[in-house]
């Protein structure tokens, strides 16, 4: 009849379930059985703990968005839950990081602040991950500044390579506002860094053997 429902034992691995069931207790799930998870009509909730299978539990995640399933995927940090939107490393090597990813599907935040990769293995992981959110840390004249950093002061008499200034002002995507009083910039160097300054800039203009105090808004 076309309004039945058939019911009928699922196989999964080495187990088979009910397909009326609500919930579901995996000890394991092969790649290729990923799919038989679409045959459970009632489905709610998948308890993974205790399965090993990352890679086919973030796919199953894919596939089910509305089904709640409790897993965790090994890593340096110890177990990360697989639900998780925001993941702090300190830890995990480069290669680690990018074998996790794939298996971290909700993953919007990722928080290397406090890492020791290096600059150009960050960039590679922002390159290789253009959606996600990836904080870290970035170098000035000496301090460690948080990318995410909206609003950057320069304390009295700072001072070092104007290179790094330009860098620095390029790598704070989310930076509003900026303050250079304390760092002594010359006319020609306000001039080079003018493209990299946001909107709402403090600096000293040297004239006439005196600073004065200028904005750009």
Known sequence: HPDSEIRWSVPIGEERFDSFSEELDLSA?????????????????????????????????RLLP?????????????????NAETLVLRRAG??????????????????LRESSLRTGEIDELRAAWPALRILY??????????SDTRSLTLGEGARGELSELKEALRRLEDLESADLCGAELSAEELVELADFLPAQTKYLVPLGGSRWAADRL
């Open 94 to 111: 480069h290669d680690e990081i990018n074998g996790l990813l794939p298996l971290l599907p909700k993953l919007q935040t990722l928080d």
């Open 66 to 82: 509305d089904t709640e399933i409790l897993w965790s995927v090994p890593s340096a940090e110890g177990p990360v839950d697989g």
């Open 137 to 146: 840390t970035v170098n000035l004249w000496g301090d460690g500044i948080s």
């Open 29 to 61: 799930l092969p790649e290729e059985d990923v799919e038989m998870l679409r045959y459970f009509p009632r489905l709610k909730r998948i308890d993974a703990r205790r399965c090993t299978d990352s890679s086919a539990l973030a796919e199953a995640a």
